[in-house]
Nanobody, 124 residues
Framework: QLQLVESGGGLVQPGGSLRLSCATSGFTLDYYSIGWFRQAPGKEREGISCITSSGSTTNYADSGKGRFTISRDNAKNTVYLQMNSLKPEDTAVYYC?????????????????WGQGTQVTVSS
């Protein structure tokens, strides 16, 4: 059974850092692109970043450029999102999603498989 499990969320002060992990199982990660999304209460799900199946190409929303870094370790079946210089507006539930394609998209419509999410709260 294909599964994605996010972890690493929590409460952090503004300016702090978190590293989110997306642990996958039940499929060969090498053949899937991965996206990271977030959704704050009352807002639409936002595509933060994505990485191609090979890891050669990444894409970021303007809100995360220069602060967030997506990476993957296919040997560990895990994708990461390093988040630095966090702001209160980064507060949201963060999700990872998998798409069996070579390219990557920040549109949630491109993804079939989703994790359950992890809460990130940025507050002093």
């Amino acid at each position: 059974q294909l599964q994605l499990v996010e972890s690493g969320g929590g409460l952090v002060q503004p300016g702090g850092s978190l590293r989110l992990s997306c642990a996958t199982s039940g499929f060969t990660l090498d053949y899937y692109s991965i996206g990271w999304f977030r959704q704050a209460p009352g807002k639409e799900r936002e595509g933060i970043s994505c990485i191609t199946s090979s890891g050669s190409t990444t894409n970021y929303a303007d809100s995360g450029k220069g602060r967030f870094t997506i990476s993957r370790d296919n040997a560990k079946n895990t994708v990461y999102l390093q988040m630095n210089s966090l702001k209160p507006e980064d507060t949201a539930v963060y999700y990872c999603a998998a798409d069996p394609s070579l390219g990557c998209s920040r549109s949630y419509r491109a993804y079939v498989y989703w994790g359950q999410g992890t809460q990130v709260t940025v507050s002093s």
